[in-house]
């Protein structure tokens, strides 16, 4: 009887905790980001102009989202999502913090799994590789199955 309990309250649990989170990894400069970030939040815009933000987690290979973070992004009202956080760096100068936004489509919480790469243009080869490509300090990409890669300028 013991048995029959726990495996029903361990198949309710593994249920129950699947579907919350996204299958994410995320590289800041060709470097796997393990403890680096803070501050990640997923910032939601709606058709009438309202905004959200909502804290998420991050472990390698994992996005930490909660059910309403779920429920925003399904919504027909939400317009634009945006996923922010600060990366921390500790370099000659000391302690540097670089701040992205990056845009995300509804379709991309529906893949199997999501590369996020960053590249910070305060790291002088990746400025010639791609500022070319844009007039922000940084660029991102996000691979994904039979998606698209990033063009260098040179």
Known sequence: MKFKLTFLLLVGIIINGFGQNLNMVIEVNERLVTSEISGAYLNFENMDGTKS??????????????????????????KNITLTFDYNTFKRNGH???????????????????????????????????????????????????????????
């Open 53 to 78: 933000r909502n804290l998420v987690g991050y472990h390698p290979g994992e996005l930490i989202l909660q059910p309403e973070d779920w429920e925003k992004i399904n919504s027909d009202l939400t």
């Open 96 to 154: 540097q913090i670089g701040n992205f936004g990056i845009e995300m489509k509804k379709q991309d919480f529906e893949r199997r799994y999501l590369i996020l790469r960053v590249y910070d243009f305060r790291e002088r080869k990746f400025k010639k590789r791609y500022s070319c490509l844009t007039d922000k300090d940084f660029i991102a990409e996000l691979n994904f199955p039979q998606g698209g890669i990033l063009v260098r300028c040179r």
